[in-house]
């Protein structure tokens, strides 16, 4: 074997985010050779708990559904059962009013006006009687489920704020499923029987004790040492149009390859096959965009902020897009009589974000509208995280993309980046489990 060569392992898998470490884990637990390659020096991607001081927070506003029971219980074998249920809802901050989120048919009608409220149920018994609409993007989802003028007054501005885009060409799964069974008529018919209508994944959820990056630590740690290849970035991966042969990495070292599962976006992906895809192919994936995410982090001199999750912010005037507080999740991540605030501001991928300004801004709002005073701040720390969300469009040339490299037998696509597809923690571990039992059944 080749010095600049590495010894063979049936699974290679690229990248070191939530996506390849739940891959990792069941290959692991079945015993199946593998080496994770990450660019960075260390594992979780937009997944990780930092920490400041006395103070924990996760870059994101993460959580755990309890959707798949098989997944839970091995999340919970991960972190040796320190999984906790949290019950904290989420709001809506709208003309000063707090809203529920999911929308609730009764907070609706008793803090909007009557005129507003009288078109709201209007719109709604019409969507009754169109029922077979065919729904292409979010705004006609948003439309079909609540109405025109619920919509555009906390969906459609959220979603374009957070996006950067026009929601009619922004695709369905960008909701992540949170208007999955909802309407404004479901709403009715719980306000009514008393009787939820569906599983919310806003409210009630699982979250490990000291973080969500728990997780995907408590992986790292049961691994080998030699199963991941810190500061690894992939540099060509060879095939032959039906089949990845060798892959490339950035030191020149190479290695066989036999099944390649990749979390890499999209476009690093098409960009690294060697010979080159077809140009039509390239064209498309050099088109996708990106949403690049600045997190304000505020250390404040209080036992709370909030009650809350999360707290959405849909209006344009104001500066960020969500507020979400850590020791909410869990008590540990923050001292008992101190907490913090992760304010989540969204950029396009070619915008420069002037941090002190936006820090000023953001805490100009927040005490002016009496969140909180000037004296509570005892610090704050910001984390710029580039390419973290792909706009997921309703643009159907994807699929060409997808169709070429299901071409290639050997390579197996797994990640919000990868497959554009919204997709949470439950689904990219039950995901990764598949693959694995294919690979080794293969």
């Known amino acids: 074997m080749s010095r600049n060569n590495l010894p063979e392992a049936k699974i290679h898998i690229l990248g070191g985010g939530p996506a390849g470490m739940s891959a990792a884990y069941y290959a692991h637990k079945k015993q199946i050779s593998f080496q994770l390659f990450e660019s960075t020096n260390q594992i979780g991607g937009n997944a990780k708990t930092l920490n400041f001081g006395e103070f924990l927070f996760d870059t994101g506003a993460h959580r755990l559904h309890d959707k798949n029971r098989a997944v839970t219980r091995d999340i919970k074998q991960i972190l040796n059962g320190e999984l906790n249920e949290v019950s904290a809802p989420s709001k809506i901050f709208y003309d000063n009013k707090y809203i529920d989120f999911p929308i609730r048919a009764k ?5 909007i006006n009557y005129k507003t409220n009288l078109k709201i149920i209007s719109e709604n018994i019409i969507n009754l009687i169109r029922t077979n609409r065919r729904v292409d993007n979010f705004k006609e989802l948003a439309y079909r489920n609540y109405g025109k003028t619920l919509s555009d ?53 699982l979250y ?10 408590s992986i790292e740690e049961m691994l080998n040492k030699e199963d991941i290849l810190f500061n690894s970035p992939i540099k060509k991966i060879f095939h032959d149009g039906k089949k990845i042969n060798k892959i490339l990495l950035d030191s020149n070292k190479e290695i066989s390859a036999n099944h390649v599962i990749s979390t890499l976006p999209l476009p690093i992906l098409i960009n690294q096959l060697e010979p080159v895809v077809p140009i039509n192919i390239k064209k498309i994936v050099n088109s996708i965009t990106y949403r690049n995410l600045s997190l304000f982090i505020l250390f404040l001199n209080k036992k709370q902020f909030s009650d809350n999750a999360s ?40 915008e420069d974000i002037n941090e002190k300004k936006t820090f000023n ?14 004296e509570d701040i005892l610090g704050n720390k910001v984390i710029s995280m580039p390419f973290a969300y ?35 923690v439950h689904d990219l571990f039950n995901k990764s489990k598949q693959i694995i039992r294919e690979i080794k059944e293969y």
């Open 361 to 374: 801004t953001i805490t100009s709002f927040l005490v002016k509208n009496k969140f909180i005073n000037n």
């Open 311 to 350: 707290i959405y912010f849909p209006q344009e005037e104001v500066p960020f897009t969500r507020i979400y507080e850590p020791k909410n999740r869990s008590l540990m991540m923050a001292p008992e009589n101190k907490t913090s605030i992760v304010i989540e501001v969204p950029t396009s991928s070619n």
């Open 390 to 424: 792909p706009i997921i469009t309703n643009n159907n040339e994807l699929f060409e993309v997808y169709h070429y490299l299901k071409k290639i037998k050997n390579l197996y696509l797994i990640g919000r980046s990868a497959e554009f597809k919204y997709l949470h």
């Open 107 to 111: 907070d609706i009608l008793n803090k």
């Open 208 to 217: 490990p004790k000291y973080g969500f990056g728990a997780i995907f630590s």
């Open 153 to 205: 007054l906390f969906l459609i501005n959220y979603t374009e704020k957070l996006w950067g885009e026009s929601s009619d060409l922004l695709g369905t799964s960008i909701s992540g499923g949170r208007l999955k069974n909802l309407s404004f008529y479901s709403t009715i018919k719980e306000f009514v029987t008393g009787v939820p209508s569906s599983d919310h994944i806003d409210g009630s959820f």
